[in-house]
């Protein structure tokens, strides 16, 4: 598939009914689109028991067999009673093809974004987040890339340089304040010393983690990767400083039950913040052949984009060389 062709071109409604269909169910007719933007997930009616999840996988983004180390990471959380939703066998594969496409399906697992104001909440989604980076500390990923300086911060930014639309006014003060961005994440890096990577959610925020009665739980390990313990904690801290150092203590009072925490990990949180905003608009930049991308993200490439991105490194120059959030 070249660049140019739209990458789920193909994927109509008969192809992924069909797709599903092949597995040996019978679907109803009725599907629901679901968001996502990375990959395609639609809920599927199904003639006999509840819907199922589909998951159509973005061609050329993840080999099989790092699509197959995801799903075992998962299915090692499942055997552990660890709550998280992971892919269908059938006849013993999790991963399946069809029509030119590859695609897991999943149960449908209902719930409601969590309250993180709530008392007790982080407390418990921390608990389960020490017991996943508890079980992915056991072995490392072989074949998932990690989280790191250059896979989430220089490549993104060289490709940004050479690929983005900048305005031609804006190029030359973006490309100086994101190096100087990436400066102060490297020296944030340099103050935590040498790290434990261990296998991650790697997007853990709070619309990934479906709560319900019984408490939470953890769906789309797409993004799983190797990297320190403190990406899955991060994005779930919002506010002012005070109110994100009190997030902290109250996850951190759940995690350390059952995993221990690096507390000089804490000096990456604004660099991995950094390096999410740089990665993000490198994102919107490759994907911008697929149609989707356009029609969600008009306001990519403005003038007014990217003079907020700016101001969005400036401010994390200013809050690298802060001293780190502490819990309290």
Known sequence: MDKLTPPFAGLTPDTLLDAVDSLGLQ??????????YENRVYQIGMEQGPPLVAKFYRPQRWSDAQILEEHAFVAELVASEIPVVAALSFAGQTLQQH??????LFERRGGRTPELDREGVLEWIGR??????????????????????????REPLDYLLQHAQ????????????????????????????????LRLHGDCHASNVLWTDDGPHFVDFDDSRSG?????????????RAEQSAQLAEL?????????????ELYLIEALRTLRLIHYSAWLARRWHDPAFPAAFPWFGSQRYWQDRILELREQIALMDEAPLWPV
């Open 99 to 104: 029509g030119g496409f590859r695609f897991a």
């Open 27 to 36: 679907t109803s007719g009725s599907l629901l689109a679901l968001n996502s």
């Open 166 to 197: 900048i305005p031609p006014e804006l190029f030359e003060v973006y490309r100086g304040v994101a190096q100087q961005a990436l400066d102060g994440v490297r020296r944030c890096y340099e103050r935590a010393g040498e790290l434990s990577m």
């Open 252 to 264: 951190l009072a759940g995690y350390e039950d059952f995993c221990d925490f690096e507390t000089r």
């Open 228 to 240: 320190p313990a403190v990406q899955d904690l991060w994005m779930l801290l919002s506010g002012e």
């Open 128 to 153: 389960f987040l020490g017991r996943i980076h508890a079980m992915g500390r056991v072995r490392p990923y072989t074949l998932r890339p990690a989280l790191s300086f250059d896979s989430f911060g």
